[in-house]
């Protein structure tokens, strides 16, 4: 069955640095586009990133721009998100999520790791 | 960027009631238009994708419609496990990808 976990997350100092990883199984992880999304406490949803299947295209939410990279790995199944210059407000539960070709959605989703930026 | 706006935030609703949910882009979007379900302290789970087509595994009662700009979700009869929030999200066009501000429905 298809699964993504997620894993990284933690407490960090505002201009710290985070680097969360995604491992998936259960489907061909090359095939598709992936996507980091996340939700800070008691808000509501936020893209964050996608990277295409090749690595290719890389597209960011303006508020991340500049201080955070995706990427992956596609012979260990991987997708990866470098986060740098940490702000309070990059505080969340980050997602990763499968998306499927041509649509932009997000037909399966880790559990989610927490991200707390405070001194 | 292009602004999801959904109505309302929130309702309260009896088992079996119909329930519609709105949901409208600040640019017409054609439809790319998803919905999503999020129970509290789980990730979300889509629901509707391309505006109306239904995602493998979810209820029948669940059902989307619009293109360009104004988009529905309805649950045809509620049902106790229909609780959480709700979310649109737009993929026509990126960055950024989208979301609504959500719909909280509880039941009465």
């Known amino acids: 069955q298809v699964q993504l976990v997620e894993s990284g997350g933690g407490l960090v100092k505002p201009g710290g640095s985070l680097r969360l990883s995604c491992t998936v199984s259960?489907?061909?992880?090359?095939?598709?586009?992936m996507s980091w999304i996340r939700q800070a406490p008691g808000k509501g949803l936020e893209w964050v990133s996608y990277?295409?299947?090749?690595?290719?295209?890389?597209k960011y939410a303006d508020s991340v721009k500049g201080r955070f990279t995706i990427s992956r790995d596609n012979a260990e199944n991987s997708l990866f998100l470098q986060m740098d210059s940490l702000r309070a407000e990059d505080t969340a539960v980050y997602y990763c999520a499968r998306n499927p070709p041509s649509w932009g959605y997000g037909d399966y989703w880790g559990q989610g790791t927490p991200v707390t930026v405070s001194s | 960027d292009i602004q999801m706006t959904q109505s309302p935030s929130s309702l309260s609703a009896s088992v079996g009631d119909r329930v519609t949910i709105t949901c409208r882009a600040s640019?017409?979007?054609?439809?790319?238009l998803n919905w999503y379900q999020q129970e509290p302290g789980k990730a979300p789970k889509v629901l509707i994708f391309a505006a109306s087509s239904l995602q493998s595994g979810v209820p029948s009662r669940f059902s989307g419609s619009g293109s360009g700009t104004d988009f529905t979700l309805t649950i045809s009869s509620l049902q106790p496990e229909d609780f959480g929030t709700y979310y649109c999200q737009q993929s026509y066009s990126a960055p950024p990808w989208t979301f609504g501000q959500g719909t909280k429905v509880e039941i009465k």
């Open positions: 259960g489907f061909t992880f090359g095939d598709y586009y």
């Open positions: 990277i295409s299947t090749t690595s290719s295209t890389k």
């Open positions: 640019q017409s979007i054609s439809n790319y």
